[in-house]
């Protein structure tokens, strides 16, 4: 038997394909950039002065915001924006030269838990806009003005656990008082 090799057919050439036409088209219309959100603004102008804004935990909308170690530039107007977010629950304004203005501006921080005031300019006055910080459990206001007078002004805050009052003007007599109001809480006024 003889092996023939099999002639095969050329393949039948595939018809030119016809581009559809092109679709008119008109200039595209220019979209104004997004506006920058409240809260955005806010977190630039903070990280412009010096301090940070972070999420407490991956996935969690709660706010750290922090001008530790920023020291003295940092002054009540670089406070502002930090009442313009949504879940601040630590604020950390050790250090720096924040004066009782400057704590009006956390007066409606109502998710505030952790605030750090040691070694500022505060005083009794500025303690009166802490008052409404329902959810506030640790205050440092280490080397500080404060008095007893203005231990007055927390004892509204039913879960405050931990006060910070060394080097300060507090009282024996005014941290009995503050006890008295709210038994839970750890005053630690020194060694």
Known sequence: MMWQAKKTEPAAKAAPVKAAPAAKTTPAAKTPPAAATPDAKAIAAIEKAGGSVRPVAQEDPRLDVSFYLQGAAIKDEHVAPVAQLK???TVHLGRTSVTDA???HLKGLTEL???HLEGTKITDKGLVYL???K???YLNVYGTAVSDA???HLKGLTALKSLYVWQTKVTDE?????K????QVDVVKGW
Do not use: C, E, R
């Open 87 to 89: 879940n601040v629950v």
């Open 102 to 104: 400057g704590l009006a």
């Open 113 to 115: 838990t952790m605030l």
């Open 131 to 133: 008052k409404d910080l």
């Open 135 to 137: 959810k506030l459990t």
């Open 150 to 152: 203005g231990l007055d």
């Open 174 to 178: 005014g941290i009995k008082k503050l």
């Open 180 to 183: 008295a109001a709210l038994p």
